[in-house]
């Protein structure tokens, strides 16, 4: 049994987002040290992102319909086959299923193209909030129907723990440090929470692959996530100040994104549209 090809994408264009966000420290880190520790936690990402499209790659090439879904796509092989790179470099935006808080700029609330200095507790807070979730998501993924996603899971998980642990660390640090540090990891808890009510909120994609076995009920983790966020927050003497949603929930999972993704896609695959044929 294979999973529903949107609901791999979604768990690929999430890991494959974050990862670009996060790789934008790399040479800009606060200290030597979280310079590397973002380009591995990058790495980490973009591997998962990696082997979702391939799963994703090789559902598309033994089906007919969903080839013929995917024939508008540049960059396929000359046999015609779709691999990774050609979802990763040649979808457009409306095509990327990922949640809108994995595309948001490293600063507060600005639009796309303004220019303000990256913030790591924006970058931390969205880290340890994601994680968090994803600890949950890959820790149940293991029992997939689908074996091939199983084992990505179990892949995922171990480094998903790690990536929880480093930004949960730090948002301690940031929360119960100086008044400035705090002031900024509070800042960055409440700019991103709202954010996150789109987790409960699934799309088509994960309702079906929660109903075949394949996926998970996401909404199912959402006291097991609240449980892990409030117990960090504590000690990190922050609070959380967002309230029971009655507004506009972030679509980013069913193809509606915030401006800040159409900016992050084209420096990300300029290269490969550039050259579409190239062989690296």
């Known amino acids: 049994m294979k999973a529903p090809i949107d609901y791999v994408l979604h768990l690929a264009d999430n890991a494959l987002v974050l990862g670009q966000r996060n790789a934008e420290w790399c040479g800009h880190g606060p200290i030597l040290e979280e310079d590397l520790a973002l380009a591995n936690n990058s790495l980490d990402l973009i591997g998962q992102a990696r082997l979702l499209y391939q799963h994703a790659a090789d559902q598309i090439n033994g089906d007919a319909a969903l080839a013929q879904r995917f024939a508008h796509l540049q960059g396929a092989r000359q046999d015609g086959r779709v691999t990774e790179d050609t979802l990763a470099y040649f979808r457009d935006t409306s095509e990327f299923r990922n949640h809108t808080v994995m595309e948001l700029p490293h600063h507060g609330p600005l639009v796309g193209y303004a220019v303000s200095e990256r913030d790591y507790a924006v970058t931390i807070a969205r880290n340890f909030l994601v994680s968090a979730l994803m600890v949950l998501v890959w820790d149940r993924l293991q029992a997939s129907k689908d ?25 301690v640090r940031f929360g119960d440090g100086t008044e400035e540090s705090h002031r900024r990891a509070q800042a960055a808890v409440d700019h991103l929470l709202p954010f996150c009510e789109a987790f409960w909120q699934p799309g088509p994609a994960e309702r079906a692959a929660a109903q075949d076995g394949t996926g998970v009920d996401i909404t199912a983790l959402r006291d097991d996530w609240n449980t892990l966020v409030n117990e960090t927050l504590a000690e990190a003497t922050l609070t959380r100040h967002d309230q029971p949603h009655q507004g506009y929930v972030a679509q980013g999972h069913v193809g509606v994104h915030s401006e800040h993704l159409g900016f992050l896609l084209a420096e990300m695959q300029s290269l490969a549209r550039a050259h579409p044929t190239a062989v690296w």
Do not use: M, N, P, T
Request: aromatic share 8%.
């Open 147 to 171: 074996a091939q996603l199983a084992g990505i899971a179990a892949k995922s998980l171990k480094e998903v723990r790690y990536h929880l642990q480093h930004a949960g660390d730090w948002l």
